[in-house]
């Protein structure tokens, strides 16, 4: 399975983006698709997941300012994110994996390359 990921970029404080992630190859593998961030000096932590039938799961850092979706048609999954925030900054990863392995199963699924997001205040 394949990964890409596009669409971060440089923002002002309250401003939005919409990331997107495209996956390809052997996808019948994969059934819920996620995005984590990673800002400097901090863990990997999750900002959202959605599984094939459209269940979604936030982390703590939405606080109802982003949104996930997902086109299963073009196999692609995004996140949009609204009010941003400079502490929204970031290298934003998309993951896949198997929806037997629970919300936290990213970590033995498939990783695209990470798309970076800076907010400037």
């Known amino acids: 399975v394949q990964l890409q990921a596009s669409g971060g970029g440089l923002v002002q404080a309250g401003g939005s983006l919409r990331l997107s992630c495209t996956a390809s190859?052997?996808?019948?593998?994969?059934?819920?698709r996620g995005w984590y961030r990673q800002a400097p000096g901090k863990q990997r932590e999750l900002v959202a997941a959605i599984t094939s039938g459209g269940t979604t799961n936030y982390g703590n850092s939405d606080k109802g300012r982003f949104t996930i979706s997902r086109d299963n048609a073009k196999n692609t999954v995004y996140l949009q994110m609204n009010s941003l925030e400079p502490e929204d900054t970031a290298v934003y990863y998309c993951a896949a994996w198997s929806i037997r392995e629970g919300w936290g199963g990213a970590p033995s699924g498939f990783w695209g390359q990470g798309t970076l997001v800076t907010v400037s205040s």
């Open positions: 190859g052997s996808i019948s593998k994969i059934d819920v």
